[in-house]
């Protein structure tokens, strides 16, 4: 493996430390073996024979951003329809490698995947730890653990669930535990649980749909087998059930009363927000289709978790970022790093905390804190190199042209061939449920959307249409 020397940067370490100019740093293979001063880094590097130099002067050395919530098997979809059925296990499984790329070149070095189809999180994950496709690392989740009425029983009882869903039916305890067993047995990092159902389905007076003694029981199994289960709950009543059942961290919890966050506070559960979903559905879903009940919904679940998750964070739960990537309104490579700014404009966070909840908050749902997430000697070389300085304005990491270098392991990304364009085939049906047979790619946005993020009005349209391949 080639060392590098990143030379005479501004290091932000994602400790917590402020940021210290003038920082150089050596990745000997792949683990970050010194930092220190220009000199005494230059001398350590000499004594380990060759190396290639970064020019740091100038930029922004930070940890590779983690994502604790992206589904590379959902492939931008756009409907529950489209997520449980049409797209076949082999097909979604090589979309997903693709995928993947876009994460990566994003800046994303890890990501934690809570819930896909079929067991396609484990294969992607073997798959690039093997080497054989270029990704992020990832934690796998199989499929949502899921009862009747839940988010991931999405369709019609008398449709049931399909081998393509991205949820289990599992309405009974003895059914949890079998089906915790077998995705353990078949390689699961974590259990995914389906706590409540969606704010589509609700006026923000969500109920749970599965109660706190067969949480426990799936809590229980999960660790003692040595992992880690965490939930799909926006409802407060699905919030402290899992918190009371023991479950690792919460996603969403976004409508809790005082009294259901002082249960959350009481046991120091952290929270994965998932802001960012919700608030490009809001601020720019009717310029690309969305109905108006879409995005009422989803306005009142962005004010419901503002009120409930600043409070949480003023009392010091950690808050961890994630995107909900491979949704429709949340494609692959262009929003992992929207989540750190939104969770500065909704829930209060200082812009070092939400670098935090970017990296190495994020890093708990991988259970690799000790490993990556921060840059300190003898933690994994993932790595990037920002022009600009995320604590000034932390949008620059959105925009993929300030990422001058990303580091996985030791290894730089490739940014520079450019992906294949990826078209949409009609068994995807995403033109039964947008007005625009288009995925909602960036470029997409950016044409379109009046209501964009300022990063993204700056640039130029550059986008090319992807082409849609219609039925015979
Ligand atoms: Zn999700």
Known sequence: MTNYLIDDGTLLDCTGNSPSPRTSLFVEGNRIAKIGSKDEVKTFAER?????????????????????????????????????????CEYR??????????????????????????????????????????????????????????????????????????GVLCNTRDEMITETRKQLKDGSDLIKVAGDGDS????????GTIDEDDLRAIADLTHMMGKRCTIHARSGMATVAAVKAGFD?????????????????????????TLVLLVNTVEWGADVGASQGLIDAMKREVEAASRGLSKAYK?????????????????????????????????????????????????????????IGTLEEGKRADILVVDGDPLADIAVLQDKKRLK????????????????????????????????????????????????????????????????????
Not at 200 to 207: M, R, Y
């Open 48 to 88: 380990k024979g060759r190396y290639k130099t970064i020019a740091g002067a100038g930029m922004t050395v930070m940890p590779g951003i983690v994502d604790c919530h992206a589904h590379p098997s959902y492939g931008d979809v756009l409907s529950f329809e489209e997520l449980d059925i049409y797209t076949g």
């Open 93 to 166: 499984t090589l979309r997903a490698a693709h995928s993947l790329k876009k994460i990566l070149r994003a800046g994303v070095t890890s990501i934690c995947a809570p819930g896909c189809n079929w067991n396609i999180n484990v294969a992607l994950r073997d798959a690039v730890n093997a080497g054989m496709i270029e990704g992020p690392r990832i934690a796998a989740s199989g499929r949502y653990i899921t009862t009747y009425n839940a988010i991931a029983s999405a369709l019609p009882s008398f449709i049931e669930h399909p081998a393509s869903s991205f």
């Open 200 to 207: 589509l389905t609700s006026d923000g007076h969500l109920t």
């Open 249 to 273: 961290w919460i996603i969403h919890a976004s409508y809790m009363t005082d009294d259901d966050l002082a249960v959350l506070l009481e046991h120091r559960t952290p929270v994965n927000p």
């Open 315 to 371: 009392e010091g739960i950690m808050i961890m970022a994630g995107s909900d990537s491979g949704n429709g309104m949340c494609p692959y490579g262009e929003w992992h790093a929207r989540e750190m700014e939104l969770l500065t404009s909704y829930l209060g966070m200082s812009t070092m905390d939400a670098l935090k909840a970017g990296t190495i908050n994020a890093a708990f749902a991988l259970d690799m804190q000790d490993e």
């Open 405 to 472: 270098v990303i580091m996985k392991d030791g290894v730089i990304v490739d940014t520079k061939t450019p992906l294949p364009e990826l078209k949409i085939y009609p068994w995807e049906k995403p033109q039964l449920y947008w007005k625009e047979p288009q995925l909602l790619t960036q470029d997409f946005v950016r044409k379109r959307a009046r209501n964009k993020p300022a990063w993204m009005r700056k640039t130029r349209n550059q986008e090319k249409k992807p082409t849609v391949i219609r039925a015979a």
